[in-house]
């Protein structure tokens, strides 16, 4: 495995993350393909002993128990607390991003973890009910008092990304390390403008759905798997965008062939090549993880890439919010 630091932190990172949407009790309002406490302790016991240390989850995913089951996992192990970089995130909650939200939602996510600091904390969303102000002063406050270490956001349009980070300069508090964003082969509207404002500031990106939920993982846009058939929000991310992303797929599945790989292995060495410092990889087998962590080491041809890019085009904005018209 492959390290990198987060940022200006002194968060060293797997090139791969561990993805905590995939773990979780099954809710009638989660979804149907979580792993259960055993399982989802195999899977984490798998990604370490693969020099994995970076896990990724979220206060409501699977209501909170994905939480839950990461910090028992981790318990049971034994794996040292300094030895894993727990990242979480805050926005999906009652009062969103206000003081009072962060500060109960971050007491939550502790608990579950049963750990007292967090290595990465992130608005999952950015808050258009709450002063930007009240939110950054708020979360600065969690790492002047050592709850939380580093700070990163998620899926926003560019401008909001800067005008935080503009709001923290001016007042000394602590910007963004990580942007996680939607980014994929399959989508790449940050390309424009997002990715940019991020090198412009340092910031680490830590892609999400690098598989585009898993339709770069295989040559068919639907499979059998209980995910391909329930999940509700790849369908509604990808489905309507499928006429135009299968010739991009054709493109990954003869890549693959000739490297002699799987499709994923392509799909998140393409993300690493062009600048992801560890994309969070949603994993329900195990062989996803031996896959991800593989990719690390492929190196793809300029050729190759400019291949699988040619068929791109446009998309709707998938994962920021949008604006609230005026």
């Known amino acids: 495995m492959k390290y990198i630091r987060l940022g200006s932190t002194d968060l060293c990172v797997s090139r791969i993350g561990v993805g905590g949407m995939s773990f979780g009790a099954v ?37 909170g128990t994905s939480e839950a089951y990461i910090g028992q996992a981790l318990k049971d192990l034994g794996i040292p607390r300094d030895k894993v970089i727990l990242a979480s995130k805050v926005y999906f909650n009652e009062g969103h991003l206000s003081r009072e939200a962060i500060l109960r939602e971050i007491d939550g996510t502790l608990e579950r973890l049963q750990t007292d600091y967090l290595d990465l904390y992130q608005i999952h969303r950015f808050d258009y009910g709450t002063p930007m102000e009240e939110t950054l002063e708020t979360l ?55 990715i940019p404002v991020c090198r412009q500031y ?49 493109r990954v599945a003869e890549v693959a062939d000739r490297y002699g790989v799987s499709m994923s292995r392509v799909a998140i060495a393409w993300l ?31 050729e190759d890439i400019e291949y699988m890019e040619e068929l791109y085009v446009p998309h709707a904005i998938k994962g920021a919010l949008p604006v609230p018209a005026e």
Not at 273 to 300: E, I
Request: glycine share 6%.
């Open 272 to 302: 690493l090549h062009k600048g992801a410092a560890a994309p969070v990889t949603g994993a329900t087998k195990m062989s996803h993880f031996d896959d991800a962590v593989q990719a690390v080491d492929l190196v793809l041809s300029r």
């Open 27 to 63: 809710t009638p309002d989660s979804p149907k393909w979580t792993l259960d406490r055993e399982q989802t302790k195999e899977m984490i016991a798998h990604a370490y002993d693969l020099g994995v240390n970076f896990i990724d989850t979220a206060n409501q995913y699977a209501g």
């Open 140 to 194: 600065d406050s969690l790492v002047r008092s050592g709850k939380v270490r580093a700070l990163g956001a998620s899926a926003m349009y560019a401008f909001q990304l800067h005008n935080m980070m503009v709001l923290c300069e001016k007042n000394g508090w602590t910007g963004f390390s990580t942007m996680q964003n939607h980014y994929n082969l399959l989508y790449r509207e940050d390309e424009r403008e997002m």
């Open 202 to 250: 340092g910031i680490s990106l830590i892609p999400y759905s690098p598989l585009a939920g898993g339709h770069l993982s295989r040559r068919e846009w639907d499979s059998a798997s209980v995910r391909s058939r329930t999940d509700a929000i790849v369908k509604r991310r990808y489905d309507k965008s499928r006429e135009d992303d299968m010739p991009v797929i054709t």
